[in-house]
C-alpha cells in the first residue's frame, strides 16, 4: 500500500490563485514546495499508508467526479509520485530527488530555530498585529522617518557615533538583530492568520547575509493574510526604528539615529520585486503567483506570434498575465545589465577591495598597537564589510557558470551538433572573461574617486566614444602652459613628460592650477568664478543673490573665485549675497570668501569680490516694504549686468551703497536698540588676516567694520597680479560696511586691503 514520504504536507489550491486553472500545492520534505495536476494531487490526498490502490482510485473518483481504475493509480504513484519523493518506494525508502537549486537562492542557510522553538517565541508577537496598533505605529513611523531625514538630518549622528566607536559598534550590532527581528514579524503575521511557522535561520543571499523565515504555511491562508505575512518584516522594522527614537529621547545620543536610518534602508531594499526579498514576494502574493521566475520562460516564448494562443500563455488570468510580462520586461533586462557589468567590472572591485582591505590593515594595526580595543573591532567590520560583497560576487559568478554548464551539457545529450555548438560558444566565452580579467592596461587599478563609474564607463573603450577633454586612460588632446625657460617646446618626435591636471568634466576651460576646484554652491549658496585661460582674454563672472532664511540652522555661503593662467588676461568675480532672517535662528554661521589666483600668470590681473549682508528680522515684512525690497533688487540685478569695464573701486563703492539702502529699508523693522546699534556702527574698515589657499600665501584681508547684533555682513575682496595669489574670508558682524577698495597692476605685487 502506498505511503507518503516524511514531511509531505498538502497544502490545497492557493487561494486567490492567478491560474485559470489553480494547480494545488505540495510541500516535501526538504522543503521544496511542488504544484500538482487536479488528477496527481486527488490521487496524493487518498495516500493515508492503509487504502489499497483499489481503494485510492475509488476515494480519488469521488473527488474528480470521473472513473479511476487501480492500475490507473497504481500507473501514477510508480511512474510520478514516488519518483518526486511524495510516496515512499516500495522497500520503504524515498527516492532520490534532486531539489531546484535557482541562482537567486539563499544558499548556503543554517537553521537557527527549528519549526517548534520557532512557534513558541513568535506566539507572543503575533498581539502587536492589532489594527488600531498598526495604525498608529504606521503613521508615527513615517513621522519619525521624515523628521529623521527631512529634518533632524543624519550629520550629527554620523558624528557622533565616529567620535564613539563603542557606539558605533552597538549601532552595528542593533542593526544586526534587527535583521532578525525582521523574521520575527513574518513568523508573528503568519501566526495572527493562522497559519504556522516553520524554521528560522541564516544564509547568503547573492553577496548578503540574510536572515529567513519558512513561511510556505501562508500558501493555505487567504490573500489578505499572506500579504500580511509578507508585509510583516517591514512592520517589524518600523517597530524598531520606533523603538531607537524612544531611546533618543531618553538619552540624546545622535548616533542611535544611525540604526533609524538603517532601517529604512533595510526596508527599501526589501521592497523592488526584482529578487527574492520582500517585494517579490508580495507581488506573488497579490497576483497569486507562487514563483515568479518559474513564469519567466512562458512569459518570453508567449512574445513569439506562433505562442500567442498557447495554452502555456494563456495560463494566467488576463490582469495577472499583464502584470507578471511587465515584470518579466522589468526584471529580465536589469538583471542581465547587472550580470555584465558585474562580470566586466570585477577586476576593478577587487582591485579596489585590496587596496582598501590594506589600508584597513594598517589603521587597525595601529590601533592595535595602541591599546585601542573598539578602534580595532571598528576595523575589522570594516574588512568585513569589503570582503562580504567582493566574494559574493565571485561566487554567484561562479555558481552561475556552473549551472549554465551543467544545464546545457545535459540538454544536448545524444546531440553532437548541438553540444559541438554549445562547446564552441562556451569557449569563445571563457576566452573573453580571460581577456577581460587577465591584468593588462591597469584593469585591476582601484576605483578613484574622479571617476564617474557609469555604464558606458564600464564597457570597453572600444565600444564607447570618449567624451572631449582629458580623462584617465584615454588619448586626447587640450591646449596646456609651458614654462619659456630658453628650452624649444615638445614635439611628437621629441615629447617631454609634462604635468596636465584633467578637469573633472569635458566642458570649460582645461583645469591647470595646482588645487581642486573649488566645489559648485550647496542648497542657500551663492558663487561666482572667473577662469582666465586663453591669452589676451577677459573672464568675469557675476553671481547676486537675495535669500529669505526661515530655518532655526542659517550656514549660507557666498563665494568669489578669480583664477587667471594665460598671458595679458584678465579675471573678475563678484558675490554678491542678502540673508534676510526671518524670526528666530538657533545657528546663524554665514561664510563670506574670496579668492584671486594668477598662476603662471604674465602681464595679468585677477580680481574677486564676496559681499555678504546678513540681517536678522524679527518677523515677515509687510507688504510697502516687501514692494521697497523687490523694486531695489531688480535695480541691484540690472546693475549686475552692466558690470563689465566697471573698476574694482566703483563696483566696491556701488554695492555698499545698495547695502545702505536695504538696511534703511528694513531698519524701522527691528528692536530700538539694534536700530542704535547700526546708527552708530562705524564704517571704517579693519583688517583681519586670513588663511592662505592651497598652500599659497595670503595677499589680502577681509575689510570688515564693528557692529551689533541684528545685522551682519560685509565684503570679502582679492586681488592679485602675477605671480602672487591672494584669498581672504569673513563673516564678523559689519552692519555698515564700507570696504577700500583693493587691486594690483599687471605684474605688481599683491596689496591687501
Same mark, same amino acid.
Given at each position: ?83 518526486? /519523493? ?72 554620523? !558624528? ?44 547568503? !543571499? ?17 490573500? /489578505? ?175 552561475? #557558470? ?158 568669489? !573665485? ?56 524679527? /518677523? ?24 563689465? #569695464? ?108
Amino acid at each position: 500500500m502506498p505511503v507518503l514520504a516524511t514531511g509531505t504536507l498538502l497544502l490545497g489550491r492557493q487561494p486567490g490563485s492567478g491560474y485559470v486553472d489553480p494547480p494545488a500545492l505540495v510541500h516535501r520534505g526538504d522543503g521544496q514546495v511542488m504544484s500538482l495536476t487536479p488528477l496527481l494531487y486527488a490521487v496524493l490526498e487518498a495516500v493515508d499508508g492503509e487504502r489499497s490502490f483499489e481503494d485510492i482510485a475509488a476515494a480519488a473518483s469521488g473527488r474528480l467526479g470521473r472513473d479511476l481504475h487501480a492500475d490507473d493509480v497504481r500507473t501514477l504513484v510508480d511512474t510520478k509520485l514516488r519518483p518526486l /519523493g511524495l510516496v515512499l518506494m516500495t522497500d520503504g525508502s524515498c527516492a532520490e530527488v534532486g531539489k531546484a537549486s535557482p541562482l537567486l537562492a539563499l544558499r548556503p542557510r543554517v537553521v537557527v530555530s527549528k519549526p517548534e522553538l520557532t512557534r513558541r517565541i513568535t506566539a507572543p508577537f503575533a498581539l502587536l498585529f492589532n489594527p488600531i496598533l498598526v495604525v498608529v505605529s504606521t503613521l508615527a513611523f513615517a513621522a519619525v522617518g521624515y523628521w529623521v531625514l527631512f529634518d533632524k538630518g543624519l550629520a550629527s549622528a554620523a !558624528y557622533d557615533a565616529f567620535q564613539r566607536p563603542g557606539l558605533l559598534l552597538a549601532v552595528f550590532a542593533i542593526t544586526v538583530v534587527s535583521a532578525g527581528f525582521h523574521e520575527f514579524g513574518h513568523a508573528a503575521a503568519l501566526r495572527r492568520g493562522g497559519g504556522t511557522p516553520g524554521a528560522m535561520g541564516a544564509g547568503l !543571499y547573492l553577496i548578503w547575509p540574510a536572515f529567513y523565515t519558512d513561511v510556505t504555511d501562508s500558501y493555505r491562508l487567504s490573500r /489578505g493574510a499572506r500579504i500580511r505575512t509578507d508585509l510583516g518584516g517591514l512592520y517589524f522594522n518600523a517597530l524598531v526604528a520606533l523603538g531607537m527614537w524612544g531611546l533618543w529621547l531618553a538619552f540624546r545620543w545622535d548616533g542611535l539615529l544611525l540604526v533609524i536610518a538603517a532601517q529604512i534602508l533595510q526596508m527599501v531594499r526589501q521592497l523592488p520585486p526584482l529578487v527574492r526579498f520582500d517585494g517579490y514576494h508580495l507581488l506573488a502574493d497579490v497576483t497569486g503567483v507562487p514563483d515568479l521566475f518559474h513564469r519567466i520562460g512562458p512569459t518570453m516564448r508567449s512574445f513569439l506570434p506562433r505562442r500567442w494562443r498557447h495554452a502555456e500563455s494563456r495560463a494566467l488570468r488576463p490582469w495577472v498575465r499583464v502584470v507578471v510580462t511587465l515584470w518579466v520586461v522589468l526584471v529580465v533586462p536589469l538583471l542581465l545589465v547587472s550580470a555584465v557589468v558585474t562580470v566586466v567590472a570585477l577586476p576593478r572591485i577587487l582591485g579596489t577591495t585590496w587596496h582598501s582591505l590594506t589600508a584597513q590593515a594598517h589603521l587597525m594595526s595601529l590601533a592595535s598597537q595602541h591599546g585601542d580595543i573598539t578602534g580595532v573591532l571598528v576595523k575589522a567590520l570594516a574588512m568585513l564589510a569589503l570582503v562580504v560583497p567582493a566574494g559574493g560576487m565571485v561566487l554567484m559568478i561562479a555558481r552561475f #557558470g556552473r549551472q549554465v554548464g551543467m544545464r546545457t551539457w545535459r540538454r544536448t545529450a545524444g546531440k553532437p551538433a548541438q553540444r559541438g555548438l554549445a562547446v564552441v560558444t562556451m569557449f569563445a566565452m571563457l576566452t573573453g572573461l580571460a581577456y577581460a580579467w587577465w591584468p593588462h592596461g591597469g584593469n585591476y587599478r582601484p576605483i578613484q574617486p574622479y571617476e564617474r563609474g557609469t555604464l558606458a564607463d564600464a564597457l570597453p573603450a572600444a565600444v564607447t566614444a570618449p567624451s572631449p577633454g582629458l580623462h584617465v586612460g584615454r588619448q586626447a588632446s587640450a591646449t596646456t602652459m609651458w614654462v619659456n625657460d630658453g628650452q624649444p617646446l615638445p614635439t611628437a618626435d621629441h615629447p617631454v613628460l609634462g604635468l596636465v591636471v584633467a578637469p573633472r568634466t569635458g566642458n570649460g576651460p582645461t583645469w591647470v592650477f595646482p588645487f581642486n576646484k573649488p566645489p559648485a554652491p550647496g542648497p542657500g549658496g551663492n558663487q561666482a568664478m572667473a577662469i582666465a585661460t586663453q591669452d589676451g582674454s577677459t573672464a568675469y563672472d557675476v553671481a547676486f543673490a537675495m535669500v529669505w532664511a526661515d530655518h532655526p540652522t542659517v550656514l549660507n555661503r557666498n563665494e568669489a !573665485y578669480a583664477f587667471a593662467s594665460c598671458k595679458n588676461c584678465r579675471a573678475l568675480a563678484v558675490s554678491f549675497q542678502v540673508v534676510l532672517i526671518v524670526g528666530h535662528a538657533n545657528v546663524v554661521a554665514p561664510q563670506n570668501i574670496s579668492a584671486a589666483v594668477s598662476y603662471h600668470c604674465l602681464k595679468c590681473l585677477t580680481q574677486a569680490l564676496a559681499v555678504q549682508l546678513v540681517v536678522t528680522l524679527p /518677523g515677515k515684512v509687510d507688504h510697502s516694504r516687501q514692494v521697497a525690497l523687490d523694486k531695489l533688487w531688480a535695480q541691484i540685478l540690472v546693475f549686475s549686468h552692466h558690470l563689465n #569695464g566697471m573698476s574694482f573701486a566703483d563696483i566696491q563703492q556701488q554695492l555698499a551703497s545698495y547695502e545702505q539702502q536695504i538696511l534703511a529699508i528694513v531698519k524701522p523693522l527691528l528692536p530700538a536698540t539694534q536700530n542704535t546699534s547700526l546708527s552708530s556702527a562705524s564704517p571704517t574698515p579693519s583688517g583681519t588676516p586670513t588663511p592662505s589657499v592651497a598652500g599659497l600665501a595670503p595677499a589680502s584681508a577681509s575689510p570688515t567694520a564693528p557692529g551689533a547684533s541684528g545685522a551682519s555682513g560685509g565684503p570679502s575682496a582679492s586681488s592679485s597680479g602675477s605671480p602672487s595669489a591672494g584669498s581672504s574670508a569673513s563673516g564678523s558682524p559689519s552692519p555698515s560696511p564700507k570696504p577700500s577698495p583693493s587691486g594690483s597692476a599687471p605684474g605688481s605685487p599683491s596689496p591687501s586691503s
